[in-house]
Structures are given as structure tokens and as C-alpha cells.
């Protein structure tokens, strides 16, 4: 348990910092599943534009530091390939 006034302190910020990260992972989440969703539908269009608005809200949470840089980009060229093999056919 924390003891000093700055170890209180700073686990009283922590919490306040999970509860910003949380909703900004759920919301990527939910990003991504409107993708995968678009994806599983068969419908092409709608999957680019949900890929299309999925791209800037990871990257704004690598710079947030929710989600690392390589697991973003890894994600955004996964579901693009999906995407464009959607697309193609």
C-alpha cells in the first residue's frame, strides 16, 4: 500500500491512466471489429472505409502508448491485405 504522499499520489494518477487507456483499447477494438465485421460480410467498400477510419485511431493509440508501434502496423497490414483480397474477387 502506498505510504508517502507522493506514492499516493502517484498511484491516484495510475488509476486515472488506466481508466484513459481502457477506453482507448476498447475503442480501437471496436475499430477493428467493424473491420473484421466488414470483412466476414463480404462487403468491400464497407470494409475500406472501416479500415480506412480504423488506421489513424491505432496509430493514435501507439502514440498515446496504449498499443506498441509494430503491433499497430502489423495489425493495419493484416486486415489491409484481407481488404484487398475482398476487394479483388
Known amino acids: 500500500m502506498a505510504n508517502t504522499p507522493q506514492s499516493k499520489k502517484r498511484a491516484r494518477q495510475i488509476e486515472r491512466r488506466t481508466d484513459v487507456n481502457k477506453a482507448r483499447r476498447s475503442r480501437i477494438r471496436t475499430f477493428l471489429r ?5 470483412i466476414a460480410s463480404g462487403n468491400a467498400d464497407e470494409a475500406k472505409a472501416a479500415l ?20 499497430a502496423s502489423r495489425k493495419i497490414s493484416r486486415l489491409a491485405s484481407r481488404v484487398k483480397a475482398l476487394s479483388a474477387v
Open 34 to 38: 467493424k473491420v473484421e465485421e466488414a
Open 52 to 71: 480506412q477510419a480504423a488506421q489513424p485511431e491505432l496509430m493514435r493509440g501507439v502514440t498515446k502508448g496504449v498499443v506498441h508501434k509494430n503491433t
